[in-house]
C-alpha cells in the first residue's frame, strides 16, 4: 500500500484519505457481490439493495409467472390491479373448459318420453335415503310442527312424493304440481286426501297467485321441496325468490339438483366424459351443471340460512344388477335430448346422436359385466330456511 501511494505521489493528507475510502468501498462491495452470488441472491448496487433468498432452487420458470399471492399484500386485501387481471385470466380459461357448457337452452324435458317413468322411478329410489336425511333436518328447522303445508314443485308422476311425504306424518296436506298434463294425469290415479295434484307452471307470471288459490295453500306454504326440477328453469333466482314468497316465515325449502360434474370412474372415464360432453351440449337438455349453482342462487335469492347434506354412489361391492341401475339412472337417457331434436328436423345433431348410441351400449356393458369398472357419484341435497 505504502509502495502504492509513493508511485502515486500523493501529495496532501486529504488526497491519501481518499484513495484509501475509495479501496475500502470496492473491496466492501466485491466481498458482498460474492457472498450474494453464492447465495443465488439479486444485488442491487444503486441503491444499494439485496433480494431475498429464493425459496426454492427450481429452474421451472412457469413457477414464477403469476404474483406470489401469499406475499402480495395488496393480493391479499383483494384491491390490485394485478388481481384484475389474474382472475380475468383464469375466467377466460374456465369458461373455454368444454365440461361447463354454455347458457342453456329452454329444457324440452317430457317426463312421459319412453322409458323415463321408468328412469325417474330408479332415480327416485336411489336418493330416498338422501331425502328423507334432508326431511328430518327441516323438520327440526320446523320444530317439528304438526299440521305442516308442504308443496312440491315440478312433482311429476307423483311417485317421489307419495313415497318421501309417506314417510312423516307431521306433513297435513301435500300439494304437488306440474306443468305437464300427462305427468299429472298420472300422479291423479293416487287416491289419499293428504294429496292434492294440480297442472302449475311455476315459470307463468301467475305461478304464486295460483299457489295461493289452492285450497289450503291460502296463507303460504311451510315446506316446499323441489328434486331435480330447478335445473330445467330459464331464471332459477327468480323463481326462488318467488318461491321465497309463498313460504311462510321460517318457511324452509329443499332442493336436490343434478351435476354431471361429480361423477368419475375407471377405466374409460374419457368415454364417460365425451358422453357427457355431448348430452349436456344437446339443444333443449336441461343445467346438468346445476348442483353447483344451486347454493349461490339461494344465496342470491335471499335465503337467510342454508345447510347442506351430501351422500355418494360407487360401484363396489354391487352386483351386475346394481351396477346397472346406477348406469339407468345417470346415463340411460343421455341419447333422448340428441334424439328429440334429430326428431324436430335438426340433421346437425345425427354424428352425435350416433356416437352417443354406441357409446352408451359400451358404457353400459361396462357397468353390467365389468366388476373391475370403478365409478363413483356425489349427490346433494340444500336446505335452505326464510
Ligand atoms: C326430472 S323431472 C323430476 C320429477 C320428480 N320431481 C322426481 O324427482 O322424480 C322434472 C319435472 O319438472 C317438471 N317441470 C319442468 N319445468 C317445469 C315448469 N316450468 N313448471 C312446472 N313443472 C316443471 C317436469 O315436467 C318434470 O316432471
Sequence with gaps: MGALIKSLSLNSSFELFALSTAIIVIIFLMIIYIIAFVQGREVSFWPLRIGSRPKNNSKDKSLHCFPNVSESSDLNRGKSTQEGSLFEGLKVNLLS????????TPSTYNPVYPNESYRLRVQGDAHRDLDVRAFKRSLELLRNKENIIALDI????GYVTKDRFDSFENFKKIFGIDNSHSAINEALKIKDERYTFAVIDIESPSFKDSIFKLKGAESGVDFIFSSFTLHHLSDPISILKTLKEILKPTGVLVIRSPDDGSKICYPDNDIMEKIIDVSSNAKGISDRFHGRKAYFQLKSSGFNYIDSLYSITDTVGRSSEERL???DESFSYRSDYVKRQLESGD??????????????KYLRKRFYSDDLMYYMEVQYVLIAQR
Design 97 to 104: 373448459n368444454s365440461r361447463l357448457p354454455q347458457i342453456p
Design 154 to 157: 315440478g312433482c311429476g308422476s
Design 325 to 327: 341401475k346406477i348406469f
Design 347 to 360: 340433421e346437425s345433431a345425427r354424428e352425435n346422436y350416433n356416437w352417443l348410441i354406441d357409446a352408451l
